[in-house]
T-cell receptor, first 113, second 116 residues
Framework: GESVGLHLPTLSVQEGDNSIINCAYS??????FIWYKQESGKGPQFIID?????DKRQGQRVTVLLNKTVKHLSLQIAATQPGDSAVYFCAENWGEYGNKLVFGAGTILRVKS | EAGVVQSPRYKIIEKKQPVAFWCNPISGHNTLYWYRQNLGQGPELLIR????????DSQLPKDRFSAERLKGVDSTLKIQPAELGDSAVYLC??????????????FGPGTRLTVT
């Protein structure tokens, strides 16, 4: 079956640097993508989303880029802070199944002070 | 605004025993989801409710898992009997519009189940 996957399981960055977390997806019918942050002992928390008719979307310190040609999604975090340390998941919405999210395995982000 | 509430937060049981999880979604959210999250993996959808109706339960192992959402608000997920492989975090989420739009899902803190 088709699924979402992540290239890097663990990313370590220095505080203040920018972070880039990558994700590959395989369902060409996915029309909506979401990045979630999950801290230890908590449920996933919405960060930012992007629809398939967009290439880029910016939020507060975060930017999501979508490249439909190569089916690639990335999350950029500017000026990474210790509080950004968490597991990050990308998820794709299988529009043909309604609001059904399919999550990738996750990337651990560690911020070094 | 209160978030999604789940209980218990932790549960340890022996295999073959039954277990139940409870979820109270955000007020006004008509769509409720149950996910299972294995260690080191992303959540996987078990069942989705639109009000009282289970509209997607294709991933629910129906031989041992059951769920209900009476009155379209709170929901319970039950496993009977539990197996060692059921050890995971069970997450509940809710959203306002469900299939009518790509709205945000809000997750609860989850119930960590350990089957020994």
């Amino acid at each position: 079956g088709e699924s979402v996957g992540l290239h890097l399981p663990t990313l370590s960055v220095q505080e203040g640097d920018n972070s880039i977390i990558n994700c590959a997806y395989s369902n060409s019918a996915s029309d909506y993508f979401i990045w979630y942050k999950q801290e230890s002992g908590k449920g996933p928390q919405f960060i930012i989303d992007i629809r398939s008719n967009m290439d880029k979307r910016q939020g507060q310190r975060v930017t999501v880029l979508l490249n439909k040609t190569v089916k690639h999604l990335s999350l950029q975090i500017a000026a990474t802070q210790p509080g950004d340390s968490a597991v990050y998941f990308c998820a794709e919405n299988w529009g043909e199944y309604g609001n059904k999210l399919v999550f990738g395995a996750g990337t651990i982000l560690r911020v070094k002070s | 605004e209160a978030g999604v509430v789940q209980s218990p937060r932790y549960k340890i049981i022996e295999k073959k025993q039954p277990v139940a999880f409870w979820c109270n979604p955000i007020s006004g959210h008509n769509t409720l989801y149950w996910y299972r999250q294995n260690l080191g993996q992303g959540p996987e959808l078990l069942i989705r409710y639109e009000n009282e109706e289970a509209v997607d339960d294709s991933q629910l192992p129906k031989d041992r898992f059951s769920a209900e959402r009476l009155k379209g608000v709170d929901s319970t997920l039950k496993i009977q009997p539990a197996e060692l492989g059921d050890s995971a975090v069970y997450l509940c989420a809710s959203s306002e519009y469900g299939t009518s739009g790509r709205d945000e899902q809000y997750f609860g803190p989850g119930t960590r189940l350990t089957v020994t």
